[in-house]
């Protein structure tokens, strides 16, 4: 069942998201060669602690036999998802999708962002834009009356007129009094399908873009996600509500609300 929120119900959700946000702003001002996964972690979960929140992905389940073991994902280059913090260090010219998840009194927030490690190739760099704005192109469909595969479809109309694949088999979400609720929000099909949007639904909308296949495969951990063909993936997500004139987006930075112009 898909759930939705009312004003007050919002506020919590947004509480939760804005921390998501200045955790992932926080990470990013520490990424540079050198630093390892694991450094990063540690510095994640004590913000998140010390500003009042709980890092929501720490011990959730998935298809491994063990629960998430840390705050933040951490993948870099082929991962697409799900890389879990080590004591690898990060290389010039890698790039690295932070995704982080937040509860704060029941309520959560979840986001994504892909970084550049130093100097990055053209390709990589475009295909980090590209996952940002696939994940705006998606959104601009995220109105009252539209459907959930409107924003599928134009998520993949973004990703694939630039020369890259979505992949397929991981989705967005509905997100609220849990990190993840109903509906599934796929990053390709045909538009006009699915739920009706309505006012005070929230959703993750998270597109996952490869340079290569979109076909993945799940290392021997369980949880690390790769691309088959080993190319660069990003990622890019962001929780948002569907408000009457439209979706807010909860999870950007204030720094990165001026600069998109929001
Ligand atoms: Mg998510």
Not at 39 to 63: M, Q
């Amino acid at each position: 069942m898909i759930k939705v929120y009312g004003r007050r119900e919002i506020e919590g959700i947004r509480a939760s998201c804005k921390l998501t946000a200045e955790a992932l702003q926080y990470i990013g001002t520490l990424i540079k060669p050198g630093i390892s996964t694991l450094e990063l972690d540690r510095e994640l979960e004590s913000f998140i602690r010390d500003n009042g929140g709980r890092p929501a992905f720490k011990g959730i389940a998935g298809d491994a036999p063990y629960p998430f073991p840390a705050s933040g994902c951490f993948s870099i280059d082929e991962v697409v998802v799900h890389g879990i913090p080590s004591k690898r260090r990060l290389a010039d010219g890698e790039i690295i999708g932070v995704d982080v998840g937040v509860e704060i009194d029941g309520w959560y927030g979840d986001a994504a962002r892909t970084f550049m490690v130093g100097d990055v190739s053209f390709e990589k760099r475009r295909l980090a834009q590209t996952a940002k704005d696939a994940f705006f192109k998606g959104i601009a469909r995220a109105k009252p009356g539209g459907r959930l595969s409107d924003i599928s479809h134009n998520v993949q109309k973004m990703a694939e007129g630039r020369g890259f694949s979505v992949v397929r088999s991981l989705v967005g979400h509905g997100i609220g009094r849990q990190l993840h609720e109903d509906p599934q929000v796929p990053n390709f099909g045909e538009p006009g399908l699915g739920s009706k949007l309505r006012i005070g639904m929230a959703l993750a909308i998270e597109p996952m873009i490869n340079i290569g296949t979109h076909e993945i495969r799940v290392m021997e951990d369980g949880w690390t996600i790769v691309t088959a063909d080993g190319k660069p993936s990003a990622h890019y997500e962001n929780t948002i509500v569907i408000l009457d004139k439209g979706p807010e987006i909860l999870t950007m930075s204030e720094d990165e609300l001026c600069e998109a112009g929001l």
